[in-house]
């Protein structure tokens, strides 16, 4: 099954959609604090451990990606087309690795909720496309 071009862009604008509302709380300290404790609460919840505090280094590497994936997720809102959802699948594919192995080393729970919809909309976006005439 082929999606159309129309098909895609809309699953590119969702995924950016999604990304703005999942990460926009990573893009500040005070922000990324509240996200922190929320998730370490749904990872003890979930069965696993509280999450490991986060000092200032840490926060800052966290910060900078919530900020460019804000970015990324604006221009992908106003530009949805196939190829930046190429490359946003291409990336998501990267950061489900990531996450994959961290939920291989820890086991945190948690990390369920980001891996699956990440690499599903990977597959998504990397999904076969129509030439419309």
């Known amino acids: 099954m082929l999606l159309s071009t129309a098909a895609n862009r809309r699953i590119v604008k969702a995924s950016a959609i999604y990304d703005l509302v999942v990460t926009a709380a990573f893009a500040t300290p005070w922000t990324f604090a509240l996200a922190h404790g929320h998730i370490s609460s749904l990872n003890a919840l979930l069965g696993g451990a509280a999450l490991p505090a986060f000092a200032p280094f840490h926060l800052l590497f966290a910060c900078l990606m919530g900020s460019i994936v804000l970015v990324w997720s604006v221009l992908r809102i106003l530009e949805p087309t196939q190829r930046l959802g190429r490359f946003d699948g291409a990336g998501r594919f990267l950061f ?38």
């Open 96 to 133: 489900s690795l990531w996450m994959a192995w961290c939920l291989a080393v820890t086991g945190a729970p948690v990390l369920w909720l980001f891996v699956l919809p990440e690499f599903a909309w990977g597959v998504a976006q990397w999904w076969p496309v129509r030439r419309d005439s």
